[in-house]
């Protein structure tokens, strides 16, 4: 979905009811993973020689999604403490691994210990921005921001008739998209609707889990099936641009066609492994608790918090963040001001 497509599904929404209501235009975004985007590729010092990239990096990329979305209230999600928890305990070596490299390049600090400590001070530091801004931040022991999107992205639409917009380079997400809710990947550039993941992919987007359940997830350590690629699924499986299928629906049609090719005797002798990693990346039934889905309920009721532009123009002097923004009082003010005003 284009730039172009977007503005016409805001007007369409605006003429059938004006948008007035803090939850009418939803922002859910993955805070972590815009964070550690812009952290990677911005090399910003500020003149103490600190490293600031992430952080203003991070309130930039906000201020653009906010132009461009129009959002009526907007929510930051972070990974809370021990948030792999749930998964280890389906499949113990998910993500493991994944802080043993680097991820910026190498010239911007001189170890890996200096580079984490740089990314837990931004990190750190940006939530004191957040709270100084009309926005709602959001992080629960032992859930994934994953878990939370998806829970909100589903609450939403079913409590307060939301258009919801997911901010996240994580594909995963594709399988919450339908007609209440809309992925932007930063990295791409673009909106993803029904339609737009059907071009991309070549399936519906209601069979995105199915999708992923085969190919597996080599950052997280989900294994697919061996000798399967995206090409390859295509081909073998064109049921799933055809009709949306349940798990066993999928089982079911590799164990008739088993003869035909290995890659379906492959999905059948390892069902079981499958219908795991399918739990595992299945974000239609988030991993949260009963009492974490009460405590989102309620924050989603709660007001959005002022905006203190003195606050955040004191960090942000403070952490010599400079030229990051320009014009940056009026800028803030201009962007923000607005979502206080749907106070409903």
Known sequence: MNKKELLKLFEEMEKEDPVS???DRVLLIDGLNLFFRNFTTIKY????GAHVGGLGGFIRSLNFL???VQPTSVYVVFDGVGSSTNRKNLLPEYKSGRNLTRITNWDMFESLEDENDSKVDQLVRLIHYLKCLPVKTVSIDKAEADDIIAYLSKKLPEKNNSQVFIVSNDRDFMQLVNKDVILFRPADKEFYDKNTVKQKFGILVENFIL???LLGD???KVEGVKGLGEKGLKKKFPELAEKPMTFDELIDMCAEKHKENITYSRVVFD??????NYKIMDLSNPIISHNDELFLDEFIDEKIPKLNLRAFMNLYNEDGLGKTILRTEEVINDVYKVLNSFSK
């Open 21 to 23: 209501d803090r939850h």
């Open 66 to 68: 906010i132009k461009q």
């Open 218 to 220: 080599n950052s997280d």
């Open 271 to 276: 069902a079981e492994k499958l219908k795991r």
């Open 211 to 213: 999708y992923k359940t």
């Open 45 to 48: 010092v500020n003149e103490a």
